[in-house]
């Protein structure tokens, strides 16, 4: 009976990196930079920094900064302080303290922003259709392979065989699309009244924000609603702690991408898809 081999292979922190993924070093400055703009319960993260440099000049005698800290030894005491209960009552909850939960919410908020560009250039070469343009949407899913050579991460085989119809296709919602979106239903819902365009209304109102959709208002053109919307969003520090405010504009984002967006772009693949069906 033949020997079974298996293989391991050990990766590092450092494989990430050519996808463009920071080493530590570089999240590091990027967690500092992020966290000078944080507020509320999130701010006991920099005092969590610098009892951390306290401790370290008082047990070891050692001179550190806020930049020269080293991440990994910083979070193994917060997850020691965490795990032994060192505040007793004020424990903040069983996901760790303050400083931990502002840790993980930066790191994934910073892997998210490196990640999604190379990510999308990834899928790019494997034949998925990546393109805001709904207007160009008919030429893409229908682009035939562009080359001879396939690669094994390509869809062009699948296309070539006619197991596929149509190229996969990715929609981006990212709230940088919020103008494109709320444009499309400002053009939708200007001159049209039915329930959408109420529950849309109820949640600009909730927001304190102008709809741009009032007949015969000095407020009706979409540049006010933009520059409104956008510096709302802007003005939100983080997710760690939301007021009631910024829930609600957030709420109202997330209906604009959805049905300014992903509902066109969806309308418009099932039209291609059931023409190209029809067509078979």
């Not at 080493?23 to 610098?50: M, P």
């Not at 080359?147 to 869809?155: A, G, H, L, N």
């Not at 015969?216 to 006010?224: N, R």
Request: hydrophobic share 40%.
């Amino acid at each position: 009976m033949p020997e079974k081999k298996y293989r391991i292979i050990i990766l590092g922190a450092g494989f990430s990196k050519p996808a463009g993924l920071p080493l530590a070093n570089e999240l590091w400055a990027e967690i500092l930079r992020r966290s000078g703009s944080l507020w509320g319960r999130a701010e006991k993260f920099l005092e969590d920094l610098d009892d951390y440099i306290q401790f370290r000049r008082d047990c070891d005698g050692i001179e550190l900064t806020r930049e020269t800290v080293n991440f990994e030894e910083f979070l193994g005491f917060l997850d020691i302080e965490h795990y032994l209960g060192l505040r007793g009552s004020d424990t903040w909850s069983r996901d760790g303290n303050e400083g931990q939960v502002v840790v993980k919410t930066l790191i994934g908020e910073i892997l998210i922003d490196h990640h999604e560009e190379a990510v999308f250039k990834f899928l790019e070469t494997t034949g998925v259709v990546i393109d805001d343009l709904i207007l160009n949407y008919e030429t893409s899913l229908l682009a035939p392979p562009q080359t001879q050579i396939i690669s094994r991460t390509s869809w062009d085989k699948s296309i070539n065989s006619s197991q596929l119809l149509l190229r996969p296709l990715v929609i981006g919602l990212r709230l940088r699309d919020i103008s494109d979106a709320y444009y499309s239903l400002w053009s939708r819902f200007k001159v049209d009244d039915h329930t959408e365009k109420r529950r849309l209304m109820q949640l600009f109102d909730a927001a304190h924000i102008p709809s741009g959709l009032l007949p015969d208002d000095s407020e009706t053109w979409p540049a006010k609603t933009y520059a409104e919307l956008e510096r709302r969003l802007s003005e939100i520090k983080t997710d760690f702690v939301l007021e009631g405010g910024d829930r609600k504009v957030l709420d109202l984002a997330a209906y604009i991408l959805v049905h300014g967006k992903l509902e066109p772009a969806l309308t418009r693949w099932s039209e291609i898809a059931r023409n190209r069906l029809n067509s078979k």
